[in-house]
């Protein structure tokens, strides 16, 4: 076992891992933080999207003991101290941007990084972009409606596909 030290959601943590330990499992398992999902360890799905020193990573895919040091930021950082949402979640609410839920925080990372690289993304860019997430309730129209929502933009044109 070896200590490893980071900050998620602004807070310093640490625990001890074994050398194999994904910065999935480390989060869920050891921080309690369970809304990063984890939906088939083989990062085609996208559910354990988190940030990492501010770039959108697939935690199942990075050891925890890599993530030593790092600025993490996961679902449950996304809304403020008092529990208001984010603006990406809320246009994911407001747009029946989910289903399910099992996939949500891993798209709602995935917007938030979309966002910050491309504050006015198109239609067919936010689509481009998701395509490492799966979604099996959606058919994704309205979670692409709440990305461009979330960037200020009109949606009544989103195409259905």
Do not use: W
Not at 44 to 57: D, L, R
Not at 82 to 108: E, K, N, R, W, Y
């Amino acid at each position: 076992m070896t200590e490893v030290r980071m900050s998620v959601n602004g807070k310093s943590v640490a625990g001890d891992v074994e050398g194999r330990t994904l910065l999935s499992e480390f989060l869920r398992e050891k921080l309690r933080l369970t809304g990063t999902h984890v939906g088939c360890d083989t990062s085609q799905c996208g559910a354990c999207v988190v940030h990492m020193n501010g770039n959108a990573v697939k935690s199942c895919t990075v050891l925890a003991l890599d993530a030593a040091g790092a600025d993490v930021l996961t679902i449950e950082g996304m809304a403020a101290p008092d529990g208001t949402l984010s603006a990406i979640q809320q246009a994911f609410q407001d747009h029946h941007g989910l289903q399910c839920g099992f996939c949500t925080p891993g798209m709602v990372m995935s917007a938030a990084a979309l966002l910050k690289e491309n504050p006015r993304p198109t239609e067919h860019e936010v689509r481009e972009y998701l395509e490492g997430n799966i979604c099996r309730c959606t058919g994704y129209h309205n979670i692409v409606k709440a990305i461009m929502a979330a960037s200020g933009q009109d949606v009544s044109a989103v195409a259905a596909e």
